[in-house]
């Protein structure tokens, strides 16, 4: 799941990807604001290793489901499974 994380003062947001539930990543988060000041809002990150950032610092959390593996430059998405491709080929022009 991609995880955005939007921090006070900081022009770019912090993009993650992480195998951790949403449920979960809600009540890290939820958890990490209730401490206060000087606590720290930590997600684990799907390559390994965690994420830190202090939790009063944070503008805004954004997070849904699995979304499709995205391939390139981030422009292009690979078709849902579902999805059925026609290709059209002119030897079969014609016939009925």
Known sequence: MEVKIGIHS???ELV??????AEEVERLLS??????EHAVFALSVAKGGRVLVPADKIAYVEFGGPEARRVGFGNIVLC??????F?????????G
Not at 31 to 36: C, D, Q, S, T
């Open 10 to 12: 900081v022009p770019r």
């Open 16 to 21: 993650v990807e992480t195998d951790t539930p």
């Open 31 to 36: 958890a990490a604001l209730e401490k206060g």
């Open 80 to 85: 849902p499974p579902r999805v059925v491709l």
């Open 87 to 95: 290709v059209f080929c002119p030897a079969l022009i014609g016939r």
